[in-house]
């Protein structure tokens, strides 16, 4: 069975599946969500005005829009409506075939208006583009006067719907699923129907300055749309650019829009839940599911019947005269199986269907989902000696979480396809993922999103889209909030995957920078005590009781990073430094000191944000530039200045690189240098990273997230995934970090000493081999130690301990540059290394890596690639233009040993030619040019 919803009686196309509407008993006086109703005179000069036209757009209208479509049958109560006219307001561009779901760039690409945003410095050539006031035009036919409503699952932008020149509604949060009763404003014959989109900068420019005062966000100062003002317009912030994406500010119908005409008997189930509670041991579980309604059925009972697989186990029945909100009906599931998170079990799920229906037996409705069974703690109790724990408990076991932060994965919405999130999530879910946090900044995802994560035992920090600034509080933003947490809220909770809302993120620790004068116009002064006021309005006295209420089996946090909360009845925030390693999360950026220190870390509970920079690849480049851009240096770090949107971000790469790698070589052409320079951003990324997560996981963390799984577009990012799905070398090195079982080796420059500490997720006992080899001669080893270690469950052992590095070189005849340490086991997912100098230390020998694909079995297509070196080669790293998965990647190699490494790709696709570089070659050009035979 599939596990997005489907619908029955009422006829949609396969895009709506997914999607979801407000409910509500009644459309009253055509006002809905954030909808407000104001009928027009014909004099009015904005009805006029939307009238009016040129000649030439008129004569486009007649051959498209105004072509008159089908009459509906009588018994279609529900029609799709996907062709649309969509112009700018003085008709110089008409576009007459326009498909919604949609969004101006994508129009305007598809027609041959514009090239593709994503190339060369089109972000800022395009910005007339935001400035437009955009019309989306489409007509339908009604045989007769009759009721009629009309649903929009996605309004990006501020927008003003009229019908047949009438304004019949304005809408302003993209987040929001809209209905319109449309009954006063049509008529028999053929009707108009329009969206108008004011351009978001104009309004929310026009708000701020009417606001009493100025409400401060970040600001990217290389960002052309700045400032914003995004607080005012609930739209994703990322769509108006962030420290590592584009400003394009879309707009559009980036949902499907529906034309309803109801009949008699019209009630359908406009969205379901399902609470769970269950009995200490697991034993039982007691399941509450409501079907919310929409719409009546005149004189006629409504029945719910809930089905486990293909058993009926609750019926709920409503009397006609009640029009109820929602039915609802329990049952107790005895002896459950068990829905587990990745690397703690199978994530078991049940169909299940929701049946509506009339007591005599017509059917009117269904919903399939899928659910499983599981409780969810997130453990704040206090701790020893201070502080509150931070800790995941999932079926009574605590869980150590590990995953990464989720941007929106395409720059226009309508664009993102379920093949890219499939790719995306498993992408995480391979490198041992068990959890991804939905960033505050960006979009919520699409239904598919969450089943995918319900699916495969992903772990979803859901935050609510709120993110680095202060949000103001006047009474209709706190109604479209409220408006659009209730539907949200809604909507996503039956996906079992999601285990944790969070308010909005950084907005309480921004506070913060604000005060430091950070990201203020000349002449504004901070004033924290109004900040908190507006905090608590938004997040405290509005967000927080709508959460809590609608849905009580989940934990909330206001923020992130924040020390959580005195009390939740009444609800009291503990007010303090939102950086304490004692209470709650932590979000940690420290650029400027060595990221392979691992003394820097701090000793934090749970870890949901971190990071450091590095570049897309030169393959990546060159997807969006041309041959001009790489014909000097100066072009090409003007193309790379134009895309690095964190201030001081390139800066700050290469004071890493400086840290641990010798300067690259000034010869070769600029994409020779290009590539080697790229590749070496990348390296070291993960090798931050790695340091990073071996150290909090050593420490005793329950949990690490980090900035950023994927990218919205080519330029300088956190992300371990670049934006067209290939593995950067980050996302190959989190592997071994990341796995149930890890080794963690580090050095201790204070004592001189080093260890070899074992973390497991399970009670297990592992083998450990520990090894020097020299570099000259690598191919032998130097035995240190075999031995045996016992492991607990959510614990770390040291399986090896040395007070002296020098002592231990020396006995072996080695020093700090001639040898290495590795650390093997049968229980790990590869050898783990351990070099004693910075990489521009060690005598590094001419190598040559040969890679051979051994076989190719398209009927699972895989693909295995032996990999080879004479001498020792470090960072060795596969790749090929196909888009896909590495068994492994980023890898070192010995001399005599080979290692065989396997391919997916993401689509049934051969195997293009495979291409190597190591740290050798990356200062020898053209060297990489080594390719599977």
């Known amino acids: 069975m599939s596990n997005l919803f489907e619908r029955i009686l009422v006829p949609v196309s396969p895009s709506t599946v997914g999607h979801n509407f407000n409910n509500a008993d009644t459309f009253k006086s055509g006002k809905y969500g954030n909808a407000t109703n104001k009928c027009l005179s014909s004099s009015d000069p904005t009805s006029g005005k939307m009238m009016r036209c040129s000649a030439v757009w008129w004569t ?138 004011e351009p978001p900068l104009a309004y929310t420019a026009r708000l701020a300055a009417a606001y009493p005062y100025y409400v401060p966000a970040t600001i990217n100062p290389n960002t052309w749309a700045e400032p914003t003002h995004r607080p005012f317009l609930r739209k994703a912030g990322s769509d108006f650019g962030w420290d590592w994406g584009p400003a394009f500010v879309p707009v559009g119908l980036a949902g499907p829009v529906h034309l309803v005409l109801p009949s008699a ?22 399941l509450v599911f409501r079907g919310f309604i929409d719409g009546v059925c005149n004189d006629s009972a409504l029945a719910l019947h809930v089905r486990l697989g293909n058993v009926t186990v609750a019926v709920a029945v409503a ?26 079990g199978r994530p078991h799920l049940y169909d299940v269907e929701l049946l509506l229906t009339t007591t005599s037996g017509t059917r009117l409705d269904a919903r399939r989902g899928q659910l499983g069974i599981r409780s969810i703690v997130l453990d704040q109790s206090p701790a020893n000696p201070t502080g509150h724990h931070f800790r995941f408990i999932i079926n009574g076991r605590r869980i150590f979480v590990r995953g990464a932060n989720w941007v929106p994965s395409n720059v226009f919405p309508t664009r993102t396809t379920h093949a890219t999130l499939a790719h995306l999530l498993t992408s995480a879910s391979t490198v041992h993922m068990n959890m991804v946090r939905v960033w505050g900044g960006g979009r919520y995802e699409s239904d598919a999103f969450y089943s995918f994560c319900d699916a495969h035992g992903l772990l979803v920090w859901q935050e609510l889209m709120f993110a680095c600034a202060a949000y103001p509080r006047d009474a209709s933003f706190l109604k479209t909030v409220a408006d659009e947490v209730r539907y949200q809220v809604r909507r996503l909770k039956k996906f079992t995957s999601l285990v944790v809302w969070g308010g909005n993120n950084e907005n309480e620790s921004i506070m913060d920078q604000f005060a430091n004068g950070w990201f203020l116009p000349d002449g504004n002064v901070f004033n924290r005590d109004r900040a908190v006021t507006d905090y608590v309005k938004v997040f405290v006295d509005t967000v927080a009781p709508i959460v ?128 080697a320079y790229t590749w070496l951003t990348q390296v070291q990324q993960g090798l931050c990273y790695a340091t990073a997560i071996g150290t909090w996981r050593r420490l005793g963390a329950t949990g ?56 497991s997720d399970v009670n297990a006992t592992v083998v450990v081999h520990i090894s020097l080899y020299r570099f000259a001669a690598a191919a ?154």
């Not at 993209?174 to 108009?192: E, I, K, P, Q």
């Open 60 to 197: 486009a209208l007649a051959l498209a829009a105004w072509r008159p479509l089908a009459a509906f049958a009588l018994r279609t109560n529900m029609r799709e409506l996907t062709r649309w006219t969509f112009r700018n307001s003085n008709g110089s561009i008409a576009i007459l075939d326009a498909t919604v779901p949609g969004s101006s760039h994508v129009h305007l690409l598809s027609a041959g208006v514009i090239s593709d945003p994503h190339q060369r410095y089109n972000e800022r050539a395009l910005a007339w583009v935001a400035a437009e006031t955009w019309h989306y035009e489409t007509t339908f036919e009604l045989p007769a006067h009759r009721p009629c409503h009309l649903r929009a699952a996605t309004i990006d932008g501020p927008a003003t719907l009229f019908v047949n020149g009438v304004e019949v509604a304005a809408t302003a949060n993209s987040f929001l699923a809209y209905a319109f009763d449309l009954t006063a404003y049509v008529h028999a014959g053929r009707n108009h129907l329009s969206f108008v989109f």
């Open 265 to 286: 008997c019209a009630a359908r189930l406009d969205e379901y839940t399902i609470d769970q509670t269950h009995a200490p041991d697991m034993s039982f579980a007691h």
């Open 319 to 344: 009397p006609s005269t009640s029009k109820p909100a929602y039915l609802e009906a329990t049952y107790t599931l005895q002896n459950p199986e068990l829905w587990w998170p990745k690397g703690y």
């Open 548 to 675: 809590l209420t609608a849905d009580p089996g989940r934990p909330f946090l206001d923020s992130s990073p924040s020390n959580g909360v005195l009390s939740t009845s009444p609800y009291v925030k503990r007010w303090e430094n939102t950086s304490s390693v004692d209470d709650g999360d932590v979000h940690y950026y420290n650029v400027v000191r060595d990221c392979m220190d691992w003394t820097q870390y701090p000793a934090a509970r749970f870890v949901s944000e971190f990071g450091f920079q590095s570049m897309p690849s030169a393959a990546a480049w060159a997807t969006v530039t041309d041959a001009s851009d790489w014909a000097t240096i100066d072009a090409m770090h003007a193309m790379l200045a134009f895309r690095q949107r964190s201030p001081n971000g390139t800066e700050h790469i290469q004071h890493q690189l400086d840290l641990h790698f010798a300067s690259l070589p000034t010869t070769g052409s600029v994409a020779e240098r290009l590539r």
């Open 704 to 759: 690490v997230l980090y900035w950023q799984l994927n990218d919205v577009w080519v330029g300088p990012s956190w992300s371990s995934i670049d934006v067209h799905g290939h593995w950067k070398a980050l996302h190959a090195m989190v592997r071994a970090p990341f796995a149930p079982q890890a080794t963690i080796v580090h050095e201790d420059a204070t004592t001189g000493s080093i260890s070899a500490t074992i973390v």
């Open 780 to 933: 032998t080893a130097l035995k240190v130690l075999d031995t045996t270690v016992a492991v607990d469950s959510e614990s770390a052992v040291v399986a090896w301990h040395v007070e002296s590095v020098t002592d231990l070189l020396a006995a072996h005849d080695c020093d700090r540059a001639a040898c290495f340490l590795t650390v093997a086991s049968p229980s790990l997912d590869d050898e783990v290394y351990h070099f004693f100098r910075p990489f521009k230390d060690l005598p590094l020998l001419p190598a040559v890596v040969a890679t051979t694909i051994v076989e190719a079995n398209v009927t699972s297509w895989s693909f295995q690639v032996s990999c080879v070196s004479g001498h020792p080669a470090l960072f060795v790293t596969l790749e090929t233009a196909v888009v896909g998965q590495w068994s492994a990647n980023v890898l070192h190699l010995r001399p005599g040993s080979s290692r065989l490494v396997t391919f997916w790709p993401a689509t049934p696709t051969p195997l293009a030619p495979v291409t190597t570089t190591h740290l050798f070659d990356a200062y020898t050009p053209s060297a990489h040019e080594t390719s599977a035979a």
